[in-house]
């Protein structure tokens, strides 16, 4: 199921745009495309559920919960491919954290808890408006961003023969879900997504101590899958837009929290 | 025909008793009754103690995860760890502001629903003679009760971490620990409920291996004893259970042919780890293709290097399929007995180390257990060792598992002799390093 997931949410965001192009050469518009660059930070703090093989080689949940923080910085282009309609990739650089992962399969156990591990992010996203009601616009927005982490090699202490491990993590994030936008304002426009937001990752732990060697992954998976997302769009000048953005992820036990903030140049 | 006569590894033996080990056997602590030490209470730590500088704080579950953290800064503490599941944060407090003072700030915090030392806690072993057991936790305690003269002291932390590993893992039942010796006490009170069954006996043959000379049982309780029963001593291998092979006879002796069936056997009924506190002066390739066997089944063989200050005996030095166990005493130093030679892997405390004793062998009104000294008392420490990580990694190889315990031993000696020598090879097990995961923290980056 979690394959399927996995498979579906891209594929969705491959397929949306080319459907939007073929509706729009079937009803005859000539549309314009409008292009805006933009710069963006990013932040999330999610808890995480984290798995392991077991012996027969299915994957179980590990006791103990763990937290992905992530801070990321990206370069986008929105394409307005047309009126409502918008697709956007994004490239980034990432400082993804996973809190205090415990491998237990390899020949020596390692509890790590390194901070933050750099890595390249990438993504898409398509926003496309459906409902226009008096100042209220009704859409729906999508995204997928993919980190994958720089490996990163640590010396394990304490023994008597020197030794490493070499680590690697990643992490997938999809979201989908309708938007609701006050068009009210002159250049300022509120929004609320109500999304449902899926977390998916790895951390792949090779040891080397000498002749002995192991390799163990662990499964990721984010706690929570519905994302209230409270937002902002302001029209600084023609040319430059601000969009701020806060997210609040209810899950069992407590809530989970990121925030975005991204300007935008029209060209 | 194999005439080789085997010698037990131990200065209990009666054949070979050492000039520095003046001790009659049995020693007189067999005149103290188990109510008269610790005055009959369970041995537990008494007395708070925690962290000076931490707290345990638990908040609300509707605070989220920002106002946690600003509340975290406002208190100036900072946090070393978030326990998941029950939400708990692990603090560190500010030089200036004591634990007391602190909980008692944060108890009036609404957010917060209860904040309380990092107390200390310890392996709830209540064994009696669990404190002169310094090879599994050195304090610096007497090794021995003032009864028996010339017990040494011994030196903080010169020990094999053993309560630190059993908050890993205390074993598994399912692992079975073959120790061919001169069989075991099958009814000893601290190790009767360990024992998988009434083995088998290659002197007598037939299938009751009960020990007539007392070395087996005092092997079998330093690898396996019952643990926590409020009684004797706690085995290495908390949960693991004893396979007993006897082919040592009443005198201490035995034949090559009796070992290698033994370990054939041993093999062949479920033994995950093999202790051989025995060895014999004289190669022999059957006793080699025993060892080997044993080894291509995945059984993890540990044979004691022996107590001449000459060369490692066999089958220890046959160095592919077996791990050779040297001594060391309470202040980590290896005794000159000790045998020595390139084929030693590892050391552990083998000087004064309590275990069971035959309670039929034991004279009228005195307690099944003694003092003894030896690479035998080394060789089911490592034994121990090597069934408690089968337990936790059943899918470890045998090289893997031996391979684990060499590197993860303490080089006490390395001022000396620094890195992997004769006397200690690695040096004398740490079964922390060996089972609890390594920490790596950033400054271990390369």
Redesign the interface.
């Known amino acids: 199921m979690k394959t399927v997931r996995l498979i579906l949410i891209p594929l969705l965001f491959l397929v949306l745009p080319t459907l939007c192009f073929a509706q729009s050469e079937k009803e005859g518009f000539v549309q314009t495309m409008t292009f805006k660059p933009g710069i963006g930070f990013e932040y999330f ?1 999610r ?1 995480v559920n984290i798995f392991s093989k077991n ?1 027969d080689g299915e994957w179980v949940e590990d ?5 992905l923080k992530s801070y990321f910085l990206t370069l986008s282009l929105e394409f307005g491919l047309q009126a409502g309609f918008t697709f956007t990739p994004i490239i980034g650089y990432s400082v993804s954290d996973y ?2 992962l ?4 390899l ?9 933050g591990i750099n890595g390249y992010l990438i993504g898409a996203e398509l926003k496309k408006s459906l409902i226009s009601a008096q100042d209220f616009e009704i859409g729906a927005a999508g995204q997928i961003m993919y980190y994958a982490g720089r490996k ?10 020197e ?3 070499q680590g690697r993590p990643y992490w997938l994030r999809g979201t989908i879900g309708p938007v609701i936008e006050y068009k009210g304002f002159d250049s300022v426009f509120p929004y609320l997504s109500v999304s449902y937001n899926r977390l998916w990752g790895k951390f792949t732990l090779e040891q080397e ?4 060697t192991g390799e163990e992954e662990k499964k990721v998976t984010g706690k929570g899958a519905v994302v209230l997302s409270p937002g902002v769009i302001y029209e600084l000048t023609g040319a430059l837009t601000l969009k701020g953005e806060a997210s609040v992820i209810p899950r069992k ?5 990121g925030a975005l903030v991204r300007v935008m140049l029209s060209l | 025909m194999l005439m080789v006569i085997l010698i037990l590894t131990t200065a209990i033996s009666f054949q070979y008793p050492r000039k520095e080990k003046t001790r009659e056997f049995p020693p007189k602590f067999f005149g103290k009754r188990l109510p008269e030490l610790n005055n009959g209470r369970p041995l537990v730590s008494t007395g708070v103690s925690y962290a000076p500088d931490q707290i345990l704080v638990k908040f609300k579950p509707s605070l989220p995860a920002q106002a946690v953290s600003a509340t975290l800064s406002a208190y100036r503490t900072k946090k070393m760890k978030r326990i998941p599941r029950i939400n708990v944060y692990q603090l560190k407090l500010p030089e200036d502001v004591t634990v007391e003072e602190m909980i008692y700030v944060m108890s009036q915090n609404p957010d917060i629903e209860y904040a309380e030392p990092n107390y200390k806690a310890y392996i709830a072993t209540n064994d009696t003679f669990f404190k002169y057991q310094y090879a599994l936790q050195n304090t610096g305690q007497r090794v021995a009760p003032p009864s028996i003269p010339g017990a040494p002291t011994g030196v903080q932390a010169a020990d094999t971490r053993a309560t630190k590993a059993w908050e890993e893992t205390k074993g598994d039942e399912q692992v079975l620990i073959a120790v061919i010796d001169t069989g075991v006490d099958l009814n000893h009170p601290d190790i009767k409920n360990k024992i998988f069954s009434s083995g088998q006996d290659f002197v007598n043959d037939d299938s009751d291996a009960t020990d007539d000379n007392g070395h087996g049982t005092w092997v079998a309780g330093i690898a396996a004893a019952e643990a926590n029963n409020s009684e004797g001593i706690a085995g290495v291998a908390w949960n693991c259970r004893v396979l007993p092979v006897k082919t040592m006879d009443e005198e201490g002796t035995g034949f090559y042919s009796w070992i290698i069936e033994g370990i054939r056997w041993a093999v062949d009924n479920g033994a995950d780890v093999i202790n051989m506190s025995l060895g014999g002066d004289v190669p022999s390739q059957s006793l080699e293709s025993a060892v080997q066997y044993a080894f291509q089944k995945d059984v993890i063989v540990v044979a004691a290097a022996g107590n001449d200050s000459d060369t490692v005996l066999y089958p220890g030095a046959y160095d592919v399929y077996c791990l050779a166990v040297a001594a060391t005493d309470a202040s980590d130093e290896v005794p000159g007995w000790s045998n020595a030679g390139p084929e030693v892997d590892v050391a552990a405390p083998g000087v004064w180390i309590v275990s069971l004793f035959p309670e039929y062998l034991t004279p009228s009104g005195f307690l099944p257990y003694i003092w003894g000294d030896g690479t035998s008392a080394s060789t089911p420490h490592v034994a121990g060792l090597a069934a408690l990580i089968k337990s936790i990694k059943p899918w470890l190889t045998v090289s893997e598992i031996m391979t684990v315990i060499r590197y993860s031993a303490d080089d006490v000696n390395s001022a000396e002799y620094p890195g992997k020598d004769e006397f200690m090879g690695y040096g004398r097990i740490n079964m922390e390093k060996a089972l609890v995961p390594i920490k790596i923290t950033t400054s271990s980056r390369q």
């Open positions: 703090n808890e012996e006791e103990a919960d763990s937290r809190d205090s415990i491998f237990r399969k020949p020596f156990s390692i509890e790590l808890d390194v901070g990163q090699e640590w010396s394990v202490p304490g023994l008597n023969v030794g490493s491990i101590i000498l002749d002995l036990g407590g809530i989970d929290f």
